[in-house]
């Protein structure tokens, strides 16, 4: 009678042993198949590393440190010199250039021009964007034609983007012209004659050229969303404004630091929809930074052009970096 019951108590304790109590483990390690499985992974990854050799990659880093890494130390060496069409060498000087440029206050104004710029850029983009995602969020015909004909703008050149709104903003141009039709009488308003709403005028314009980047990006994230969430907030009575404000609004923080982050890093090495539409004025008071150094690189007074380039480079790595990185610690957050 005893050996009958242990007989089967026994077989529950062998089904029941742990991978270490198995035969062909050893305790506390891996089993014989394991330790098989593990070999052959690193005898493929090994295969393809000998089929994929490193030096494919020499190429396509010999283009990057020509044409990246180069010029930017370049740039840094270049800052400190007197590199201009004026010296017949290039010599050492230090800090001259720097104290220089900040003691004529151009400089300044620039910066703090394009600081200005950006910001309106960063806040047109994102408004437009997301107004756009929010109307073409359904998916039919109609709104992915939409989609695609507010795409083309981010395909288009920025430099003839901006010719083709100097000459539509000009006092004579189309957009009077059209406003004429509805005044009744002659319309000749210099949309960027004006130096207080010109910037405006010229970050509208280019903020209406990366919307449809800004849209994708926005609708990729409203793509994303849970609809078991939105289902539940639904069911639980909020109105669409409030699951909008509440629940998509802090969903979209991903995309939301992408687009911000693009805004500002494009708008702040901007040049091309400037020199197209305005050329810095009036009054200097559109001339960016990259304006400045392309004025000032014509000059013959290279260095100088280099210095505010290097001086460009500092304020992005100071500004726009830390506000992304506040925009991930509120994607945590959320």
């Known amino acids: 009678m005893t050996s009958a019951t242990e007989a089967p108590n026994s077989d529950v304790l062998r089904r029941d042993a742990g991978p270490a109590e198995r035969p062909g483990r050893a305790p506390g ?15 493929l990854a090994r295969a393809q590393a000998r089929s994929y050799p490193a030096w494919f990659l020499i190429p396509a880093f010999a283009i990057l440190a020509v044409f990246f890494f180069v010029p930017t130390i370049l740039n840094f060496v270049y800052a400190f010199t007197n590199w201009s069409a004026f010296h017949p060498g290039v010599a050492f000087i230090g800090w001259d250039n720097f104290v220089s440029l900040f003691s004529d206050g151009q400089v300044l104004v620039s910066l703090r021009t394009t600081l200005i710029y950006a910001l309106l850029v960063a806040v047109f983009q994102n408004l437009f964007g997301f107004v756009l995602a929010l109307f073409l969020e359904k ?27 100097q000459a539509i903003l000009q006092p004579d141009g189309a957009l009077n012209g059209f406003l004429g039709l509805f005044a009744g009488h002659s319309v000749s308003i210099p949309w960027l004659g004006s130096t207080t709403w010109t910037i405006v005028v010229v970050a509208l314009v280019q903020s ?5 980047l800004s849209m994708l990006i926005y609708l990729a994230g409203f793509k994303t969303m849970s609809e078991d969430v ?15 404000r509440s629940i998509r609004f802090p969903l979209l923080a991903p995309a939301l630091t992408f687009n911000v982050a693009t ?27 990259n304006i400045f150094i392309y004025r000032t690189f014509g000059q013959g007074l290279y260095a100088q052009a280099t210095t505010m380039s290097l001086i460009l480079f500092l304020v992005v790595i100071i500004i726009a970096f830390p506000v992304i990185k506040f925009l991930r610690k509120r994607e945590e957050v959320l």
Request: net charge positive; aromatic share 10%; proline share 3%.
């Open 230 to 244: 939105l289902e539940a907030a639904k069911i639980d009575g909020a109105s669409w404004l409030r699951t909008l």
């Open 29 to 43: 390690g891996p089993s014989k198949t394991e330790r098989h499985n593990t070999k052959n992974l690193r005898s």
């Open 263 to 289: 805004a500002l890093l494009g708008s702040m090495n901007g040049f091309d929809v400037v020199q197209g539409t305005t050329k810095g004025g009036p009054a200097q008071t559109t001339e960016v930074l």
């Open 139 to 165: 998916d039919t015909r109609l709104n992915r034609t939409a989609r695609v004909f507010f795409f083309i703008p981010v395909l288009m050149s920025s430099l003839a983007v901006g010719y083709i709104f």
């Open 208 to 212: 209406w050229k990366f919307m449809g």
